[in-house]
């Protein structure tokens, strides 16, 4: 069994930053690309970042310059660190990580954390 549990999510004022983890766990062999994906209600699930195996990091725009993706390969753990949020960074926040474990390679997702960025 593969788990992928996120944390860090919470309130914070626009202009603000917040740290999001993301660490799995399990019969894992290898994590390979990793991301982050935020979903607003009455929108699509929307790209925010991904790391891949070595550390090629990509963004969105609406992220980009503010949000720094990074991953740690011995502890099998994923951060996004979120500077300068505004209220449309506000979401749940969802991590993806393609994984070979005992039970073959595939995608899993983490149950998400929320993000409110209010003052």
């Known amino acids: 069994q593969v788990q992928l549990v996120e944390s860090g999510g919470g309130l914070v004022q626009p202009g603000g930053s917040l740290r999001l983890s993301c660490a799995a766990s399990g019969s894992i062999i290898s994590i390979y690309d990793m991301g982050w994906y935020r979903h607003t209600p009455g929108k699509q699930r929307e790209l925010v970042a991904t790391?891949?195996?070595?550390?090629?990091?990509r963004y969105t725009d609406a992220v980009n310059g503010r949000f720094t993706i990074s991953r740690d390969n011995v502890k099998n753990t994923m951060t996004l660190q979120m500077s300068s949020l505004k209220p449309e960074d506000t979401a749940v926040y969802y991590c993806?990580?393609?994984?070979?474990?005992?039970?073959?390679?595939?995608?899993?997702w983490g149950q998400g954390t929320q993000v409110t960025v209010s003052s």
């Open positions: 993806k990580a393609f994984i070979q474990s005992d039970w073959g390679t595939r995608h899993y």
């Open positions: 790391i891949t195996r070595p550390d090629n990091k």
